[in-house]
């Protein structure tokens, strides 16, 4: 149990809160919201007991939207304003959508990604995703009752960077906190638990509404590696509709079908699909716009031949994707299936043959990125106790260093860095003498500390007298897989010891990192020279130290006029170092140098003779 | 049954109460509160209700209120220490479980 500390009268510390936090898989076709309750996962249903939200938004002229199913509803007769599949536009422009011209939108080439016209105004793909994160936030806080503290969102592996902070953005315009975003099929390995294996090549074979994945991941140590991503970005769920479509036009052979015919016997289709996954024939019953009823009987085997080359579209992905990562069927310790499409038998069997092994089936397919998502809202919320057999998928978000003489920051654990991991570094005192050691440890990316987070502080003591720079104090920065940071600081030669522990990027948002990333960028010029400032100004310190030792100790070596000349030199140093010329005292420097030479000659004489004196050769090793 | 402190546990307790200046004891006490129902309040005691129990123990007064007293029954705090960390623990013989963390618990 946890240690307490006596408070003040009437101070007590609230104990922690179960902190809310969700995993939510933003998918191409459908969306899920899933959260962590009494150590278990799962997924979060809306009011009428749905676990899926289509990923559908429709907009209307007042500004007002539906989301999901009401939206899914009116795709038929509302195509224009009802947007579908909104992820594939997620970060892209209009020329790196494909098949745009088969969208039935009114599209807007505009900057970095491509906008709809839709009759509520202009909407870029963010926006539209916003208004999906924004339902199942809603759903969330209703069903659990209190605001979330953050959530963790997947995203497929292959995402670049503009469509990852899309996604970011669109939760931040949905009032979510992004505690991280998650590759999906490391989110699928982790709801199967193949994170607590101890070492293995796993691979996720993820086929979506609208999209194909086929991810190769290798676990050791409890960090995933994405080791190879391939796949079909317009093979999914929905081409094997368009495959039972087709079909259906061709056995009824209707007059020129209009939008909204085609969408509803693209939703026949997909019914027709679905229902094939556990029966031998669907029936498909329709009646047109123009009064022409549609009646057929589809039977399994007929699907099956139909959309024979798309089942046989997944593998050739699947073997690029092998061989990218150089490794073979044989080396698969295991194949995870995710995205609904995978309850297709032609699929299961399919990748069955592929792999020499039966596919991990036990985990709804629809439901499994959602769920490994919960599980690491769950740890990065704070909610699993100290001590419990987790190790974090991840890596350190910002550098960790200790400052330096003049405010400077030393990096001693760089960014990205896979945890855990422990890193030393040996320091040395500035001062003759110097017993003990301020030690402030610091997180950013930015070279002076002021721009830095500051973590924490911590003293080493008991640092025997020496000349500067004669300690040897090894400063060891570890961080482990909790992400729990501790510093400690050992001297050399006594062996005295200190540390602190503390918990680095908590209390950090992500909005808070890109910031300071962006500033440690944009302020590299800055920093160079603020850098290169401060360390004249600490090379000024050492200097007027040492020369002050030196007068202290032998100044009767000098004549008056060579002792009033160093004197000026000296405070000549020390007013410029106060300003910010480094130009003026790298000069100071070099003429407080160039002054004090004969000074050391003849101290250095000095402390020879007094070496040799009275001493006899033969006495002296030499 | 009394509310007791282990000889380490007094030992640190009048530590901090000198070094704090003032106090004429340990206060122990039970909220409701935590994701487990209840938490423990664990302060220096400035002055003594005249409805609150008085334990002593190695010296340390243990002041507990009346509506705290009946989960407390029977308890010893603890002082240990946990890697870098130390502090209290309550040695509760009412607890029938706490959270994860141990910051909470019920009755």
Sequence with gaps: ?622 | MPVTLTEKAAKHVSNFIAKRGKGVGLRLGVRTTGCSGMAYKLEFADDVNPEDTLFESHGVKVIVDPKSLPYLEGTELDFAREGLNEGFKFRNPNVKDECGCGESFNI
């Design chain 1, 1 to 622: 149990m946890a240690l307490l500390q006596i408070s003040e009268p009437g101070m007590s510390r609230e104990p922690h809160q179960h902190r809310l936090a969700v995993g939510i898989d933003l998918g191409t076709t459908n969306s899920l919201v899933a959260t962590v309750r009494s150590g278990i996962a799962v997924v979060l249903n809306d009011a009428e007991g749905h676990a899926l939200l289509p990923s559908v938004v429709r907009y209307f002229p007042n500004g007002t939207t539906a989301v999901g199913y009401p939206a899914q509803a009116e795709l038929v007769c509302d195509p224009r304003n009802t947007v579908v599949s909104v992820k594939r536009f997620m970060g892209r422009g209009l020329k790196d959508v494909a098949h745009a011209e088969n969208c039935p939108y009114d599209f807007l080439d505009s900057p970095g990604m491509v906008q709809l016209r839709t009759c509520a105004g202009v909407k870029s793909p963010v926006e539209i995703s916003a208004e999906i994160l924004r339902t199942l936030r809603a759903r969330a806080e209703t069903a659990l009752s209190g605001e979330l503290v953050g959530a963790v969102i997947t995203v497929p592996a292959y995402f670049d960077d503009a469509q990852r902070q899309a996604t970011k953005d669109a939760a931040r315009l949905a009032g979510l906190n992004v505690l991280r975003l998650l590759n999906e099929p490391t989110a699928a390995a982790i709801a199967y638990g193949l994170d607590n294996a101890s070492e293995g090549v796993y691979a996720v074979f993820d086929l979506g509404g609208g999209t194909f994945d086929i991810s190769i991941l290798r676990l050791s140590k409890g960090v995933f590696e994405v080791l190879a991503t391939n796949g079909d970005a317009s093979l999914g769920g929905d081409d094997f509709d368009h495959r039972v479509f087709c079909w259906i036009v061709e056995q009824a052979r209707p007059a020129p079908l209009s939008d909204e015919d085609t969408r509803l016997l693209l939703t026949e289709a997909r019914e027709a699909k679905e229902h094939l996954s556990s029966h031998n024939e669907a029936r498909i019953t329709a009646r047109l716009g123009t009064g022409e009823l549609i009646d057929n009987t589809l039977p399994l085997k007929t699907y099956a031949e139909v959309t024979r080359t798309l089942v046989q579209k997944t593998i050739a992905p699947v073997k690029k994707a092998l061989r990218d990562a150089g490794l073979t069927v044989d080396d698969v310790n295991g194949v995870v299936m995710v995205g609904g499409a995978t309850r297709m038998p032609q699929i299961q069997q399919a990748v069955a043959e592929f792999f020499k092994q039966a596919p991990l089936n036990n985990l709804d397919p629809d439901k499994v990125v959602a769920l490994g998502a919960a599980i690491q809202a769950d740890v990065l919320a704070g909610n699993r106790p100290a001590g419990d057999d987790w190790l974090l998928l991840d890596v350190i978000p910002l550098s960790l260093g200790l400052e330096t003489m003049g405010g400077l920051v030393e990096r001693v654990i760089p960014r990205n860095s896979t945890i855990p991991i422990a890193k030393a570094q040996e320091f040395t005192t500035f001062k003759d003498g110097q017993t003990a050691m301020a030690i402030h440890v610091v997180q950013g990316e930015r070279e002076l500390v002021s721009d830095c987070r500051s973590l924490a502080r911590f003293e080493l003591r008991g640092i025997p007298p020496m000349v500067a720079g004669a300690a040897r104090i090894r400063v060891t920065f570890q961080v482990d897989a909790d992400g729990l940071l501790s510093v400690s600081a050992r001297e050399a030669t006594t062996g005295v010891e200190a540390a602190v522990a503390v918990k680095p990027s908590y209390g950090l948002s992500d909005g808070e990192i890109t910031q300071m990333l962006q500033d440690s960028v944009s302020h590299s010029g800055d920093d160079a020279q603020a850098r290169a400032l401060n360390e004249q100004r600490v090379e000024a310190r050492r200097m007027e130290e040492a020369v002050t030792a030196a007068l202290a100790a032998d100044a009767d070596l000098l004549t008056p006029a060579e002792l009033a000349d160093i004197r000026a030199a000296l405070a000549a140093l020390v007013e410029v170092a106060s300003g910010s010329d480094r130009g003026a005292i790298t000069t100071a420097l070099e003429r407080v140098n160039k002054i004090t030479e004969p000074f050391a000659a003849r101290r250095m004489d000095r402390s020879i003779d007094q070496a040799f004196k009275g001493k006899k050769l033969e006495d002296m090793k030499i």
